[in-house]
T-cell receptor, first 112, second 114 residues
Framework: GENVEQHPSTLSVQEGDSAVIKCTYS??????FPWYKQELGKGPQLIID?????GEKKDQRIAVTLNKTAKHFSLHITETQPEDSAVYFC???????????FGKGTMLLVSP | DTEVTQTPKHLVMGMTNKKSLKCEQH?????MYWYKQKAKKPPELMFV???????INESVPSRFSPECPNSSLLNLHLHALQPEDSALYLC?????????????FGPGTRLTVT
């Protein structure tokens, strides 16, 4: 089955800095990669996703890049703000199913 | 609108109790999911319903019993739970079919088994 590795497990940045979270996946047939943000006491919120026919996607301050050859994808957050503090999960769609395999999560702390 | 609602928000139950968790979505999604999430861990898939039929059961103990009464509702019936079942239970939904992969999560039910 699919295996997703996520790094780092924790990330501390100063407000205004950029943050990058990286994930690798094992199944070369995976074709969909979402990112979720989970704030304390809440459910995961889909913030951006990318499909395997695209190399990069942006939405305001967040962007995701995908390298299919290397089987890795990354989340980039620019001009970080304290409200970006949360746990971020990457995931990969299991080929042949409609299920997701999640990475272990990254706790992002943005200090004012 | 990408809203999935779950009730109750919090639930405390004893090991001999029977309770139910409820999930609802009105996005016309035909796939619905139950996940279990322990603290500092990613969501762990329990069940998948597709067009109101159970399509995936990830070897979940029988003390958890899912039900999908119609395309908008998903229940999780709980009976004789153990303290280690205490967790955040998340519901999610997505459209079915090729190219429809986005899963939207509800806020979860925080379950404590005493």
């Amino acid at each position: 089955g699919e295996n997703v590795e996520q790094h780092p497990s924790t990330l501390s940045v100063q407000e205004g800095d950029s943050a990058v979270i990286k994930c690798t996946y094992s199944d070369s047939a995976s074709n969909y990669f979402p990112w979720y943000k989970q704030e304390l006491g809440k459910g995961p919120q889909l913030i951006i996703d990318i499909r395997s026919n695209v190399g990069e996607k942006k939405d305001q301050r967040i962007a995701v890049t995908l390298n299919k050859t290397a089987k890795h994808f990354s989340l980039h957050i620019t001009e970080t703000q304290p409200e970006d503090s949360a746990v971020y999960f990457c995931a990969a769609l299991n080929s042949g199913y409609s299920t997701l395999t999640f990475g272990k999560g990254t706790m992002l702390l943005v200090s004012p | 609108d990408t809203e999935v609602t779950q009730t109750p928000k919090h639930l405390v139950m004893g090991m001999t109790n029977k309770k139910s968790l409820k999930c609802e979505q009105h996005m016309g999604h035909r796939a619905m999911y139950w996940y279990k999430q322990k603290a500092k861990k990613p969501p762990e898939l329990m069940f998948v319903y597709s067009y109101e039929k159970l399509s995936i059961n990830e070897s979940v103990p029988s003390r958890f019993s899912p039900e999908c009464p119609n395309s908008s509702l998903l229940n999780l019936h709980l009976h004789a739970l153990q303290p280690e079942d205490s967790a955040l239970y998340l519901c999610a939904s997505s459209q079915e079919g090729l190219q429809h992969y986005e899963q939207y999560f509800g806020p979860g039910t925080r379950l404590t088994v005493t």
